[in-house]
């Protein structure tokens, strides 16, 4: 079709300019030192969370010829069944690549991005970077007819990190009397690598550095206690035969093992070169699990706001009792900077989570408190447009802060929370309203089946790209 045959000759053109990004945020070793440094800094969770980690590689990896014969029986509507099912995937990942060569951060959580558990292999993040980002995609969405080509963006560094999701544990968590995945793993998964997070970055990460925290434990975490039932009268949830009401829900010996983290915490630093030398900014990574899906106990709920407190004590003086899988013990230095990253899965004005917990980290004073719920504070058109014309989840409708929520569950999930010495100057989250250049990146009824068609994950991800611009 000519729009793909377009793109294709776009692609070449363009990509003899793929070495750089926007001046503001491109940067080479080697070259001068830039008398001022604008960062952008976000977090995505892509929704990349296939049923295997085989899956997603094959994808990546495909090549753009190939991803362009797909797209072309796409369009022409010619498509056999098992084709659609790989076509509409790479809908999807194109769109994701655009969106983030539209916003361009330098630095980039990705979350739900699958590995092999233990993160070593890296087929899934090089494809990604080279077969999609290294490409130029179309700004008005991968279904569109007319082509308008966005410049490549290139991250010279990336990480991937191992993670407890689908990590089988060896003990029977939810105690239905076998040991099996996924409801038996540390971190919820089919597989070890599911919804696990990576770290794309423009500048060096310090990777002789960075601290991981996949192994620490919950029952470490002063105040925090093994969970017990408190769900007792209910027909569709009974209790398991031999427990109580009241009982604690692990066993002595899981709780004894049972990680903080549903998948990782990671103090991830990144070095940037300014006028005043190399500055450090440790990126506080993690992807806490939902405070949701509880039947007994509410121990989802208890575990996302231990998640969520594990970085307000590592990053305010109180996090003497954290030791990292290294055994060092401590938390972020007083003087130091930093960035907490991630689908936190934490609104601090609704929810079903322990508001308070979210609250306090984000009016704590170790953070940019403007960026958090400050003039600063990301915010998207599409956010109230979803929520006022039902794509959104109703029951959210009446949320305080519409042009905040960052999911298509109509709440504020993804953050971007800066320390107090940095100084934000912009902010903002992707979500094109109907007005707007990119709206089929959110929107496309030809795409998708069931409640979710045409939305969500079909297009790009139920989550939102969140930023921030920090200069330095």
Known sequence: MKVLKTAAAMAVSVALLAGCNDETNNYYPGEPTPETTDVRIGAYNLSFDRSTFTDLVAEMTLTVAAQDELMEKWFAGTLAEDELVLAEKVIQIRNVAAIIQTERPAVLWMGEFNNDGTAEDQQAIQGFRLNYLSVPQNANGSTAEEFKALEPIQFGYFENFATNTGLLSGHDLNRDGKIALPNDAWGFGLYH??????????????????????????KDMPGETNPTIINCDDENNPIPEGMACGDEWYTAEAWADKPLS????????????????????????????????????????????????????YTSGDGSYIYDDEGEKGGLKDDASFVILGDLNADPESGDGYLDTIKDLMYSDQVNQLATHGIYAPSSLGGPECLSNGECKPENWDTKYPDAVTSTSGLRLDHVIPSSDLNVTDSGVFWPATFEEGRLMMNDERVGTGKSKGGGKWLSSDHRLVWINVAL
């Open 262 to 313: 549903s998948k990782n915490h990671v103090d991830a630093p990144i070095i940037i070169p300014t006028a005043d030398g190399d500055k450090v900014i440790h990126l506080l990574l993690s992807h806490p699990t939902p405070p949701v899906f509880d039947t007994l106990t509410d121990n989802n709920k208890s575990l996302n706001r231990a998640e969520i407190k594990f970085w307000d004590d």
């Open 193 to 218: 690598g599911q919804y696990a997070f990576s770290l794309l970055s423009q500048y060096p990460i310090d990777t002789d550095n960075i601290r991981t925290f996949q192994d620490f434990k919950w």
